[in-house]
Every structure is written in structure tokens, then in C-alpha cells.
């Protein structure tokens, strides 16, 4: 665990100088990384999802903070302060809300207060649970044995474990120490933002919000003529919603079902909004963002809760009303629909949310069937005809009720939430005929039985659809962690072997990795990669490295198994194909019989293995519908068919259209078409359907080819360079060795500046660079690419000429990977920025190490970072070295002072390379210039540009300037803009002026010059030719 300071001021004002005295210590703003792996727990099966919840919090920019005051906590011999520490030593405005509630608030109040909000609490204080038993240490609440105790578990990274205890110990010592805990809260809010998002709450809900505690912990009394009806009502929806269908590829059981129970396993959500408006498939958008936020925001700014927990007023993110509408969002196959029948499970059983009576669950599948007028109450009595005769007595009393509606995204008919646009008129009487979507709208906004709950379930590209709803909280279904994963993979296989075979190819597969995040994919993963690790001569070489791959081995498994029920499967997929094409055009996953037939198509065993059938409610009869198991394996099955037809010659044309729709529907799509020109992908499928037309393989590489070559002089906007990493994507799709180097060949420039990349981009931006013989610029500033993105790109590194990767977040553990590729004996890095990248001293052994055997760096950006004295010192060593070939070094901005200028000195008379160098931006002061000046008046010295601006520089320093550079005869540039130089200096500057005769240009912006100062100092500018004196 990272040591950390803040400002001791920011976390609490002791007015007590023996308090002080105690050794009170603050720590620096450091943050500690918890792995997703700390908090992530239960296990997964395909489609089998327990939903774990985040609350988003405070949306103020900040970091963990762990803070000790353990010294003060140790002493006991300290003196009580006189003034009462639980009244007086609150760093925060005392007439505020919180606090008045804190001092109002009776014993048995507080009591109950925490016991709500404990689980947002063991949270909150996980990552600052050390400082807060010192605080009640230092208060004599807790003892110095149990103040060790819960010391040792933070020491050994049980932070968790931790913060249970410290609260356990609290609610045991009684009121005094609960008090004192919350007041703690206060103290820390500001740099604690899981806590200040918990005071607001408690601001929010008033003096007195234990009502709504009440509200929400107390169970509704049910009239005795509805009990039996309400236990009627539980047991139809458990025997409904306890057992899970499982589809299978490998066996001769299409379905396989399991007790939900059994297989039930947590996922992640978070409680915010990300990208309603998205332009990307998906499965990259969602891949994409997946790890940034997990290791980003997830344990900093996310609270953990649970489904029991989503109608709490404390997890809302409006104030409190009797009655709340939850969205929760997530990607096709993230669990939105498993989660909903785990809830209505659990209500049907006793478990959650029994203070709803009734609960009712609705599929917008089966409202989809409903083309006329109809209402509430018959809406219910369709799927629940024994309330015929109760619904008017529930209409009473609506806060009793839970409507529950499930994938919003498939709804036939589109809601307009905007009151003064929208079509659908308003629904407020149960019993008033109208379309269904009024009857949705109307419960949603509050408008039918105000007062009852409503939760719906949608996907990302269609949350703009609620935009104007009243929603009372924001959820989205974020996926695995990589414990989940792993346990995923565990409960799939009985054998643990190949389980862990598969998780390991995972791990070195970036791109197959990423989409892991999602149960559905894993899914995938698993009946694609498991006959290559279950079998004993399997040939490890051949096991699916591509999306396309592991898609064909997907089909393929299919055709082993259901190849015999089917005469003409060439036939069969190739309509199939094109029944799912014109879906993906339409953006329709739904199909019923009426298309099939349009298409040639029969129900078959053989369809069975592509579609599941789902029963679908009609008007009088049943009607079935058909779905492919997951949307990219339709857009599999549509790229497919582009190699079955007969007639290749439109297939440019086509990729060209899908190519340039905006909204990313068909990206996915045309990756699996340019990837199934790949042998590797086509030739399992080949075995089965016969081969592919090589006259359409010929037209897709073309065309690949000629986007590629149209796209490389388009990357000058954030556009541009998406479209061609997109590019890049596809040539790694094809594993077409020739086409990629044909196509990137004579590229020499790969810029991709401000555009966000993930690890997946850098792997496959390594693959192509791969395949490069140099590189003269990779720009990758401001990607926020992190360590993990670097290691993808850490076996091509040594191939760049200049290499900027400035404002990375790279962190010390990157450079380690760069100090591999300086070593290299095949190393062409001429230039690398490393500027803000949160690099500090304990790295720079690592990179002094390999620039003392590097012969190819020339230029060196360290700025921006937070090397101090003890880390430049290191660097200032390798100058030294008769062997270092650095000629610029750029140190601005990295905490130092007038200790490490020594060292530089001996290292500047000795260097006979480095001509730049810029110290701006740091506390060197006189002292360290004067220091500085030994050098500059050194013949031997051949600095040509320093920069000095901003390092506390006073007048008293500027005669040993112009006395050290009068002999000077190679400084050109002079930077000493932002210091502290006043009129006094300006003789001293009009010396070293006229006297450093190789002086062309001198900057003194931002000092403290009279009007009548900087008119002589610009008088200077006529004492030579081209000189340029910037005042």
C-alpha cells in the first residue's frame, strides 16, 4: 500500500499545539491502485448474472487518500484538549445541515442511521480506514490493541476486513463513539468522496430523514382477502423465474437448465450514464471503456450495492418521492434480463424488496405483440388472469407497487419522454384504453398510480430515448472482472485444466481479453476454445488468436454437430446470411416466421443450433420468434454469407456503404468479412460449407488495400485517426502478412495525438509497426495509453526514431519497459517525451542504467514530473559518462531545488553532447544559479539553450550570471521569463547582454520590471544584429 500526503489542513485543524506536537503526519496525494481483484467476487456461468451495483460519487476530480496518524494514535501519555473534541475540533461550517442533524440526532437515530448505510460505509473508509482508527484512537475510543489490529489488516492489504472491523468496534463502544465516528466523516468528506456523496445525501434528505428509513426498511400491512392472492401471485412467479435454459452447441441437448440459484454469479454496475450518444459497435465502444473505468473510477469513485439495494433512497440520485423509476443499461449479453429474473425470484421468495406487494413483470417482447388498445388492468390480467377481481384495491395504494419492464431496446413503438413532443397522449387511469407504449410512459413519468416504482432495462444506444423520464437512478451493467473471469472459465469446464488453458490464452491475447469482460462472450470463448485445450493431440498453434477465429470455430462446432440434419448447409447459411444482413441494415434482432419464409428458410435442428426459440404471446395463438444467441454472431453470420453467394461483383460496393454509416452499425460486420479472408478463419468453415469463392477474397483484400491507402493521408483529426486505426484493425483481422506490409510499408509517421487508445489498439498497433523495418514518429501524446498500453508496445519501441508518449499515465513501472528497448543493440530512438507522466525518483535508476549504454538517444523530455534532487542526481551521473550521446535534457517542472545543481555542475563541465538544457519551472533560487555558474563559465561547458524561467531567481543572483557568461561563447538562448528580477537587475542584464556576444535571444517576460526597466532592456535588442530580448 502506497504511503500518501495531503495537506494536513485539508483533513483537520488542531487547534491543540500538543496535538501537533503528538506527530500528527500528513500524507502526499498519492492514491492507492485496489485491483479489481481486491473487491471482486461470486461466479459466473453463460448468461448467469448476480448484478453487483456502484453508485457513481462525487463527480469533483480527486484521489484515494490513506492519511496516518499513528504517532498521535500511539502516545498515551497525551493530555485530553480541554475543549471537548467531539463538539469543537470540526473542520467544516457548523451551522451546516449535517451538522445540526449530527447534534439533534438521539442515540437510537444514529444508530439505526448507520446500520442503513453501512454497506456504502464499509466502502467509503476502506481506503482511509488506517487514519480514521486514528482519529478514534486519538479520541480514546479505541484502544491501542484494537487500533494495531486494524493496522495490521491494512497492512496486509485486507482493507476491506479492515473497515468491517472499525465499524463493528464502533457500533459495539456504544453512542459516544458512533458520534464521534460520523463527526470523523465530516472532517474527511472533502478528500473522502465516497463520504462526501453520503453527507450530501444525509444534507439532501433534511434534519429528520429518518422517515424515509422507515419507509424503506418497514414491510406493508396486506389486508388478509390479499394475502392468499399475494402468495398465489409469489409462487407463479417463482416456478417461472428458478430455473435457467442454458443453449448448447456441443451436445445432443439443444437446452440444458439449471436452478437459477446454482448458477447465479455477481457482475459490476455502475450507477452513471456513459456515451448515450454512441458511435461505435458495442462490442469495441464497451471493450474499449471497460478496463479504463474499472481501474480508473470503479474503486475510487464507485460505491458497491447490491439489487436489493437500487429502490433505497440513500442510493438515489433525485430526493427521495414515495415512488422511483431505475434504468439500468448494458450491452447485448451483459445480463440485463438474468438480472431482472434473479430479482423477481428473490421478491417471489422473501429475500428483497418485500416491501413492494405485488411485483409485475413485463418483457417488451411480449408487449410487442399487443397492435391494439388496451390497459392497464387487462395488460396485468393477460399474464396474471387470477387478480381479476383485486386490482381496483391495489390501485389504492400504488407505493405498494413494482413494475418491472425488460429490454426497453426491443420495443416495436418508440417513446417520446419530452412532454411537449411527444406523440403518445398520457395515461392516468388503470382502466383507460390506449397503446401500450402509453401505458409504459405514464408509469415511467409518474403520471399512472403516482407513487408506485418502475424498473426498466435497455440498452446504451437506446438510454436517449429516457433522457427526459423521470429517472431516480442511472445503472449500467459494467461486466467481469478478471477474478470473474477466471471463475467463469472454472465453472464451465469440469476440467480445471483446460479451464485454466483457456484463461491463460486469454491473458496473452489482448483483443480476445478484452471482450471477456461479458458473460455472453465468454460464452463464446468457451465453445470455440475449448475442443483445442480438452483434446490430447491439439495442435496449440491453431487455436483462434482473431475475433474472426474464434468466430469460425464457433460455426464450425455448430456444423460438426447438426451438419448430418441438413442436405445443403452452403445453402442454408448462405440465406440465413442474408436474412441476418438485413437485419443488421435494419437494426433488427427480432425475426418471426413471416421472414423466414421470405428467405427460403424452415425451422429446423439444424436452424436450432444458430436460433433460440423463444414463445412469443399472441392475440390468440402462440407465435414463435427467433433470435440469434448473440448480435455478433449475426453479424458473423451476414459476413459469412458474403463468401457463399454465387455472385462476388457488388461486394465493393456493399463494404463501401457499410463503411461509411456513421453509427457504427456494421463494424463488427466488416471486420468478420475482411477476417474471413484469412485461411486460418475460411478454411474450418471450408471443411463443411466447400470453399470459399477466391474471386470475392481477391475483391475484399483489394479493397481493404485501397481504404487503407486513402486512409493513411486522412489522420489529421480525431476522425481521421479512428477511421484509420479501424484500418489497422481490419489488416490484423486478415493475418495477411503481405497485404499488411504492402499497405504500411512505405508509411514512415504513425500519429495518433489526443485520440484515446486502449491495450487492444496498442496490440494491434504493435502487430503493423511489427511488420515496419522504422518508424520516424509514433505520437502517441495525450492517448492515456497506461503501462498496460505500452506493454503491448514494448517489443517494437526500439523501432521509432522519435517516440512521444507525453501525458500517458504511464507511471514508473513503464519505464522499466522503456529501459529495455534503449538497451537494445538494435535501439534507433533518437528522441522520447516522457514529460507528465507521474514519473518520480524511483525509476530513474532504471533509465539512468540504460541511457549509460544507449547509443542513439539524443533528446530526453523528463518534464512534468516529480523526479526531485534524489532522482536527477542519477541522471546527472550518466552526463558524466564519456559515452553518453544526449544533447537535449528537459527537466522542467520536476521538484527541484539548489541540492542537485552540484551534480549537474561536475556534469556539465565534463559533457561534451548536451547543448538544451531546461531547468524551468523549479525552486532552484540564487543558490542554486550561482552553483549553475561554475559551469557556464567553464570553456569546456557547450550548453547552447537553458532554460531558468520560473526558478525563484532574485536580483541577487543576476551579476553572477552576466559575470559567468560574459566569457561565454556558445549560449545562444536564455530563458528567464516568471522569475523575481526588478530594476535592480537590469545593469547586470545589459552586461551579460553586450558581453555573451553568441547570445541571440534572451527572454525576461513575466518579472518585475518598471515600464522604464523593460524600454531599457528592449533598447538592448539594437546593440547587435538578431538579437531578440523578450521582455
Known sequence: MLESKIDSRSWILMRNKKAADAGIQSRQAGGWKNTASQAAS??????????????????????????????????????????????????????????????KCEDYQLFQFTKFFWDRLEQAIKDCVDGLSSLLTYERIFSGQEHQKIIELVKKHMCADSSKLLLNLVMEKGSPARRVMWKSFVKMRHVVPKLDKILKQVQELGLNPFDTVKLTQSLPKIPNHLKVLQQKHKETLRIQ?????????????????????????ELTIIATVRDRTLVEHELLARGRDHEEWREKHLWRELEKIKTDQ????????????SGKTVAVSGVPGIGKTTMLQKIVCDWATGKIYQHF??????????????????????????????????????????????????????????????????????????????????????????????????????????????????????????????????????????????????????????????MSYNPSYCWILCLSLGPFFAQCDRKQQKVPKTITQLYSYYIYNILKHHCREIKNPRDVLLKLGEMAFKGISEKKIVF?????????????????????????????????????????????????????????????????????????????????????????????????LGPFLHQTTCRVIDWVKDMAEGQVRNTRSNIGKRDFLNILQYLFESQNKALIWTTVRSMETFAFSRLQLTPVDCFVLSHV????????????????????????????LYKCRELRLRNNDLGNPAVKLLSEALRSSDCQIEKLQLNDNHLTASCAQDLASALSTNQSLISLNLGENKFGDFGVKRLFGVLRNVNCKLQELVLHDNRLSHSCIEELTYALITNQSLTVLNLGNNKLGDAGVKLLCVALNNPTCKILELGLWGASLSDSCTKDLASALSTNQTLTTLKLGTNLFTDQSVPAISHLILNCRSLERIELWENQFTPTG??????????????????
Open 769 to 796: 509497426i511489427g511488420l515496419c523495418e522504422t518508424i520516424k514518429l509514433l505520437d502517441l501524446e495525450n492517448c492515456y495509453i497506461q503501462h498496460e498500453g505500452l506493454q503491448q508496445l514494448a517489443s517494437v
Open 357 to 514: 406487494e405485488f411485483v409485475f413483470y413485463f418483457k417488451f417482447r411480449d408487449l410487442n405483440t399487443i397492435n391494439c388498445s388496451i390497459n392497464l388492468k387487462n395488460l396485468i390480467l393477460e399474464q396474471y388472469p387470477y387478480f381479476e377481481n383485486v386490482l381496483g384495491n391495489l390501485w389504492k395504494k400504488p407505493e405498494n407497487l413494482l413494475f418491472i419492464f425488460d429490454s426497453l431496446d426491443e420495443f416495436r413503438e418508440r417513446i417520446d419522454f419530452s412532454d411537449n413532443l411527444r406523440p403518445q397522449s398520457v395515461c392516468t387511469d388503470p382502466e383507460y384504453w390506449c397503446e401500450v407504449s402509453d401505458i409504459v410512459y405514464s408509469l415511467i413519468q409518474h403520471k399512472l398510480l403516482p407513487g408506485c416504482s418502475v424498473l426498466v432495462t435497455t440498452r446504451p444506444t437506446d438510454l436517449v430515448l429516457l433522457e427526459k423520464a423521470e429517472i431516480s437512478m442511472w445503472a449500467e451493467i459494467l461486466g467481469f472482472a478478471d477474478d470473474d473471469r477466471k471463475e467463469y472459465f472454472n465453472k464451465f469446464f469440469e476440467d480445471q485444466t483446460v479451464a485454466a488453458a483457456i484463461y491463460n490464452h486469454l491473458k496473452e491475447n489482448e483483443i480476445l481479453y478484452t
Open 592 to 688: 418471426r416466421n413471416g421472414e423466414l419464409i421470405q428467405y427460403d428458410l424452415q425451422p429446423s435442428q439444424f436452424l436450432s443450433g444458430f436460433l433460440m426459440e423463444l414463445l412469443e404471446r399472441d392475440d390468440s395463438v402462440q407465435s414463435v420468434i427467433y433470435t440469434f444467441p448473440h448480435t455478433t454472431i449475426q453479424e458473423f453470420v451476414a459476413a459469412l454469407a458474403q463468401f457463399l453467394t454465387p455472385d462476388p461483383t457488388d461486394i465493393q460496393k456493399l463494404l463501401s456503404i457499410a463503411y461509411s454509416e456513421a453509427d457504427g452499425r456494421y463494424q463488427i460486420f466488416l471486420r468478420f468479412v475482411i477476417g474471413l479472408t484469412s485461411p486460418q478463419s475460411a478454411c474450418p468453415l471450408e471443411e463443411f
Open 241 to 265: 423465474t428458478e430455473t435457467l435454459r442454458v443453449n448448447t452447441i456441443q451436445i445432443k441437448e439443444k437446452v440444458k437448465t439449471f436452478q437459477l440459484v446454482d448458477r447465479y454469479a
Open 1014 to 1031: 523593460k524600454r531599457h532592456l528592449e533598447s538592448m535588442r539594437e546593440s547587435r544584429r538578431k538579437l531578440k530580448v523578450v521582455v
Open 42 to 103: 461470486g461466479s459466473s456461468d453463460v448468461g448467469i448474472l448476480g448484478v453487483t451495483i456502484l453508485q457513481k460519487s462525487s463527480q469533483a476530480e480527486h484521489q484515494n487518500l490513506g492519511v496516518s496518524f499513528n504517532n498521535m494514535a500511539e502516545d498515551p501519555n497525551r493530555e485530553e484538549d480541554p475543549v471537548s473534541s467531539t463538539e469543537s475540533d470540526i473542520d467544516t461550517d457548523p451551522n451546516s445541515t449535517i451538522m445540526k442533524f449530527l447534534v
Open 310 to 321: 437500487l429502490f433505497q433512497s440513500n442510493f438515489s440520485q433525485k430526493k427521495f418521492i
